[in-house]
């Protein structure tokens, strides 16, 4: 199975999924490390069903959410129907936004998804305005196989130097890659193993 296909699949459940996974601390870093202000623009890249993009509309900005896959967004429709929100089904290597058009951009449990992490980060940060804000979230480097097995992962998370070298490569300034100070936590599907991978936060500035 691909993991497109991995998605559209969990999509109805994955709000479930997600609770045992991670808390909604990891959100209210991101946001707070953006110093989000009411009524101006953001993406929310790999959006899922929403989880980013829900406290991004209850601080008062507009939001513009971008997947792959289509029932992930219609979940999120469903959800924030008639809020200032607008869905788009896209990748991330061609995101369908305009250049220089977002004032923050936000990737949750993202960047390990997909094929080529440099490209991605690129692609991201051309839809910043000059100071817009990238905030990504996502895995510390770990040793768990059955993460890729058993939720496709691509990458078993990322080394901080790594993100912060291509955040500066992709042009971005006052970069800062920490702690979130919260895990990303799984059971393999046998129950032999339990993955507890402290996640980073990587913020840079256009
Ligand atoms: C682990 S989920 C995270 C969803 C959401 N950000 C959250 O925190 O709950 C990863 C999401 O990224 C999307 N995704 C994975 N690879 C992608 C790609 N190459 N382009 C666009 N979306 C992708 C998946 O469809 C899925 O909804």
């Known amino acids: 199975m691909s993991s497109q296909q991995y998605f559209e699949d969990v999509a109805p459940q994955w709000d479930t999924m997600r609770t045992s996974f991670f808390s909604t601390a990891v959100r209210e870093r991101a946001l707070a490390a953006a110093g ?106 770990h040793t768990f196989e059955f993460l890729r097995e058993e939720h496709h992962d691509r990458w078993m998370g990322f080394a901080r130097a790594d993100v912060s070298g291509w955040f500066e490569q992709v042009g971005l300034s006052g970069v800062s890659v920490g702690d979130a100070e919260c895990q990303c936590c799984a059971d393999s599907a046998c129950g032999s193993q339990r993955a507890e991978v402290t996640i980073f936060l990587a913020c840079g500035v256009k």
């Open 36 to 141: 989000v202000s009411a009524g101006k623009l953001a993406a929310d890249i790999g959006a899922g069903s929403g989880f980013v993009t829900e406290a991004l509309l209850n601080a008062g900005l507009r939001v513009i959410a971008v997947d792959q896959s289509q029932a992930m967004l219609e979940v999120m429709q469903q959800k924030f129907g008639g809020q200032p929100l607008t869905c788009r089904l896209g990748t991330a290597e061609a995101l369908p936004l305009d250049s220089a058009s977002v004032d923050y951009v936000f990737a949750n449990m993202f960047l390990h998804h997909v094929e080529n992490p440099l490209t991605a980060i690129r692609e991201m940060a051309r839809l910043l305005k000059p100071g817009g804000k990238l905030v990504i979230t996502d895995l510390d480097s």
